[in-house]
């Protein structure tokens, strides 16, 4: 039987890592390491905010990590905390290391459909990393946008990533920026609790409000119905979910979450999407 | 290349020494032909050259939780229904490097993706070719084609066989894939039993497979041949006796998560991923790094992988589906509902296999018809988690 090939394949064998050379590594936190990569030969398509790639450590294995800085030129930042085998072995890469890089894949954040209205940026731990894209675009275009303001959380000040940044994005008073922890030191100025709480203080105006959110699933929840109760709708309401991603283009069935693939349909949903899908135990 | 419609060739009939003639210029063209052939108590498929490697005289018996071969009385050499085995075997392999690459501080060097073999299958069922084009949705109708399947998948010969003797497990009608070979095949035989030795109805479905049948020593069917082919096609339809009702299933499925159905199943299901390994459409994959000893050496894996495994859905937290019950919905309800919104088709053939090979005999059509039956029951106690 003939077989179609649809029109529009890409090119180059998607699974196939495109050779990356590590030229710059940051510490953020004692397991928290930020990768600049830059291409050895040909680069991937520039990534938007939002995307990931897949990272290759080679002999131990791959993982999705977001574009966590896209920078002029070909160069992209990864910033990676170091949980298991592969993300050990990525934050140990010292300059001059090669990895892989497949990608980008998935959703953006849709910058663009916020524009004119207010944005609140919304991150929980190194889930501040695929938003820092985000905020350096509404800097950049800081005129696109009415209010923008950017929440951050971590457990305790030593595990806020982009410390200095975050700093300087809050000196600049061009944008609100918030930050708390869950258990602070002496020397914190911010504010101490979890992140929702945060909101309460924020003024929302929620017929032009988008809000993107990243963090760890519970906080998802917890903020995104903190911010639905203000009475930002639901499909403005953006959030970048995470599940056991192996190919990064919908073919290896793991990051199903009911109807949808993390990989191919996300990671940044619509809260109206996947709202539902996360009330489902175990879906 | 499209092909022709089959309405455009005539059938022919090919007796059983001329079926061996097909193997042979099967091979002549260089091609492996895979077809069934008993082992282990069980038809399953494999190379093969010699008609007599066919399973001659055997059928089937199943049901849920059972397979056995059995003696037919007479020795049709395709009398049997569907095995553990199925194509994907050989389309998508259990075990297939995605690539290989030596690196180094200079760069990474990639080998080229590895010659596929040039297959002939012989002996595929209608609903072993709805499954394959539903392979195709998921594999190659994509932005992202795996190109190793693409490849194995165009260069295949399809050299379909009619059912004759559908198991009980069998219920591809309700889910319109079968008996009937219909489209996907290069050629479509029906075995026609004769005393004298069963000979072959021949439809040619492709320009492919009418090359192939020219260099044949057929003739022109005659009436009866169509008459005696017809008889083995609907007495085949006749003979299915399970169904799915599929229509607005995947509704009911989604309407129905926290079913306490879902609970019952789950005291049976072993996860054993039986289920999972024997379905034509199960795609699940891992994707690895497969061991070296060269530090210099990188390779990655392409395995089966189950939804039924904990660490299907890990992450570094944990597992998303911890329980059985949540295992063997995921299983289900992406069979017959989630497939539809990912893939624009239904995950599910009808072929039976998961029925049969369920070691504690869970069927499909069962939980499905009891879940509509009792459509809107919710688990009680409300939330409680094992
Ligand atoms: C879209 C997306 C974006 C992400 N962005 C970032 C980021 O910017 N920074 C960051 O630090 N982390 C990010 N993660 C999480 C990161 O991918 C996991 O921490 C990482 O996969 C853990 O792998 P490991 O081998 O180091 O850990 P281990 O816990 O040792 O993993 C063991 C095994 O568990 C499985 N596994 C665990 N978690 C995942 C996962 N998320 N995906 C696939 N397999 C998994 C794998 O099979 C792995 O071999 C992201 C995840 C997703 C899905
Ligand atoms: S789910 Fe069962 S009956 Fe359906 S195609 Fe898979 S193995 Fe066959
Ligand atoms: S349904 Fe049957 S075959 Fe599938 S995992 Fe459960 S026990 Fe195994």
């Known amino acids: 039987m003939a077989l179609a090939l649809p029109a529009d394949v890409r090119p180059a064998d998607a699974m196939v890592p495109v050779p990356y050379r590590v030229v710059g590594r940051a510490r953020e936190t004692a397991d928290t390491v930020t990768l600049s990569l830059e291409p050895v030969g040909s680069p991937i398509v520039t990534p ?11 002999g131990v294995g791959e993982v999705p990590i977001s574009i966590s800085g896209i920078d002029a030129g070909q160069r992209v930042r990864h910033t990676v905390r170091a949980v298991g085998a592969v993300s050990q072995e990525l934050c140990a890469a010292e300059a001059g290391a090669m990895v892989g890089v497949r990608g980008p894949f998935g959703t953006d954040w849709g910058i663009d459909s916020a524009a004119g209205g207010d944005v609140i940026v919304i991150a929980g731990g190194i889930g501040l990393a695929p938003l820092r894209p985000v905020v350096h675009e509404l800097l950049r275009n800081r005129r696109r946008f009415r209010r923008v303001t950017v929440l951050v959380g971590a457990r305790s000040p030593e595990e806020l990533v982009f410390r200095g940044e975050v700093a300087s994005w809050q000196a600049s008073a061009r944008i609100t920026v918030r930050t708390t922890v869950d258990y602070a030191t002496a020397a914190w100025k911010g504010d101490v609790g979890v992140v929702p709480t945060l909101i309460e203080r924020v003024t929302i105006d929620p017929e032009v409000t988008t809000v993107m ?19 930002v709708a639901a499909e403005r309401v953006r959030v970048s979910m995470e599940r056991n991603v192996q190919c990064g283009v919908g073919r290896c069935g793991h990051c199903q979450l009911g109807p949808v693939l993390i990989c191919l349909h996300g990671p940044v949903f619509p809260w109206s999407r996947v709202g539902p899908l996360l009330a489902r135990r175990e879906l | 290349m499209a092909p022709s419609a089959p309405t455009d060739y005539h059938p022919v009939v090919l007796d059983r020494p001329g079926l061996q003639s097909l193997i042979d210029a099967l091979v002549t063209d260089g091609r492996r032909v895979i077809g069934p052939t008993v082992r282990d108590g069980a038809v399953v498929y494999d190379e093969i050259t010699q008609i007599g490697e066919l399973p001659g005289g055997w059928g089937d018996d199943q049901g849920p939780g059972r397979y056995r071969l059995r003696r037919r009385d007479d020795d049709l050499l395709f009398g049997y229904a569907v095995g553990p085995d199925s194509w994907k075997r050989f389309l998508f ?23 596929v073999p040039r297959y002939a299958f012989l002996g595929v069922r209608a609903c072993e070719l709805a499954a394959i084009a539903v392979q195709d949705r998921v594999l190659v109708q994509t932005n992202y084609p795996d190109r190793d399947y693409a490849a194995r998948r165009e260069q295949a010969l399809f050299i379909a066989v009619n059912c004759s003797s559908p198991a009980t497990t069998c219920f591809c009608p309700s889910m319109g894939t079968g008996p009937r070979v219909g489209s996907g095949h290069d050629l479509a035989l029906t075995e026609i039993p004769d005393p004298a030795g069963s000979r072959f109805l021949v439809e040619i479905g492709s320009e492919r497979g009418a090359a192939i049948a020219a260099r044949l020593a057929t003739r022109e069917a005659a009436p009866a041949d169509r008459e005696a082919a017809a008889a083995v096609w609907s007495g085949a339809a006749a003979a299915v006796s399970r169904a799915l009702q599929a229509d607005g299933l995947k509704d009911v499925l989604v309407h129905n998560l926290e079913h306490p159905r879902w609970d019952t199943v789950a005291s049976r299901c072993l996860a054993c991923a039986n289920c999972t390994m024997v379905c034509p459409t199960c795609f699940c994959a891992d994707f690895r ?43 289900m309800t992406h069979k017959l509902a989630t497939w539809h919104d990912q893939f624009g088709t239904s995950g599910c053939v009808g072929c039976g296999r998961c029925i049969a090979w369920c070691p504690v005999g869970i069927d499909i059509t069962e939980e499905a018809a009891t879940i509509r039956a009792t459509d809107g029951l919710t688990r009680l106690p409300a939330g409680a988690t094992p």
Do not use: K
């Not at chain 2, 790094?289 to 904990?310: G, I, K, N």
């Open chain 1, 48 to 58: 938007a905010p939002g995307q990931f790639n897949m990272l290759y450590a080679f």
């Open chain 1, 213 to 231: 959110i990243c963090g760890p699933e519970v906080m998802l929840r917890f903020t995104a119905a903190e911010v639905l109760g203000r009475g």
């Open chain 2, 289 to 331: 790094e497969a061991a070296s000893l060269s530090p210099d050496h990188a390779e990655q894996h392409r395995t089966w992988a189950t939804c039924f495994s904990v660490d299907h859905s890990q992450l570094h937290g944990g597992s998303m589906r911890w329980t059985t019950r949540s295992r063997y919905r995921q299983w």
């Open chain 2, 93 to 115: 392999p259990p075990v297939s490097t995605t690539w290989r690459a030596e690196v180094s501080r200079e760069g990474v060097e990639v080998a080229p993706p590895a010659e």
